[in-house]
T-cell receptor
Framework: DAKTTQPPSMDCAEGRAANLPCNHS???????VYWYRQIHSQGPQYIIH???NNETNEMASLIITEDRKSSTLILPHATLRDTAVYYC????????????FGAGTTVTVRA | GAGVSQSPRYKVAKRGQDVALRCDPI?????LFWYQQALGQGPEFLTY????????KSGLPSDRFFAERPEGSVSTLKIQRTQQEDSAVYLC?????????????FGPGTRLLVL
């Protein structure tokens, strides 16, 4: 049973912000939201994670709604190299070792 | 620095053949994970090691799958009597902490094709 729901695909224009939604309506209070991405023929790569506050790092920003039932990953200036499958993952605490990936969102950045 | 490496990158096996897939984690990483990724799907957890101890093998699909990490560094995933449904990308990941920690670092994967 999937803990997250993501659109199967989306396109965005190079240089524009890409906003990737994720629904996690059954999230528990001690579960974090993680984002990974997988570029073609590579292993998944960690992007960002958060519990309830918005987070930003050098790769992206994570906006989590106040009720924590959904979140949005923002790539501020998408480049062609950001074309990948993006996975939104809910996991219990930072020490839970299993990652349950789901199908993810295939993001295609177009020139 | 060096990341997680896997070998071979590609493997073609005849049905019924045994295969061995190798993972070299990042030096000093305590935790090691194997995942299986079927075409068009997300990776699925197979097994987890903390140093040389295999703490979770609940994701291994059958007793034909066996993983080991005898010295707490390099790991090998062995598949006996391969079947066509074993065709997938096998991903290895490592983490510096004693469980998943903040992030797992993935290798490029081994693409296995069973004919």
């Amino acid at each position: 049973d999937a803990k997250t729901t993501q659109p199967p695909s989306m396109d965005c224009a190079e240089g524009r912000a890409a906003n990737l939604p994720c629904n996690h309506s059954t999230i528990s209070g001690n579960e974090y939201v993680y984002w990974y991405r997988q570029i073609h023929s590579q292993g998944p790569q960690y992007i960002i994670h958060g519990l309830k506050n918005n987070e930003t790092n050098e790769m992206a920003s994570l906006i989590i709604t106040e009720d924590r039932k959904s979140s949005t990953l923002i790539l501020p200036h998408a480049t062609l190299r950001d074309t990948a499958v993006y996975y939104c993952i809910v996991r219990v605490a930072q020490d839970d070792y299993k990652l349950s990936f789901g199908a993810g969102t295939t993001v295609t950045v177009r020139a | 620095g060096a990341g997680v490496s896997q070998s071979p990158r590609y493997k073609v096996a005849k049905r019924g053949q045994d295969v061995a897939l190798r993972c070299d984690p990042i030096s000093g990483h305590v935790s090691l994970f194997w995942y299986q990724q079927a075409l068009g799907q997300g990776p699925e957890f197979l097994t987890y090691f903390q140093n040389e101890a295999q703490l979770d093998k609940s994701g291994l699909p059958s007793d034909r799958f066996f993983a080991e990490r005898p010295e707490g560094s390099v790991s090998t995933l062995k598949i006996q009597r391969t079947q066509q449904e074993d065709s997938a990308v096998y991903l290895c990941a490592s983490s510096p902490r004693t469980s998943g920690g903040k992030t797992q670092y993935f290798g490029p994967g081994t693409r296995l094709l069973v004919l």
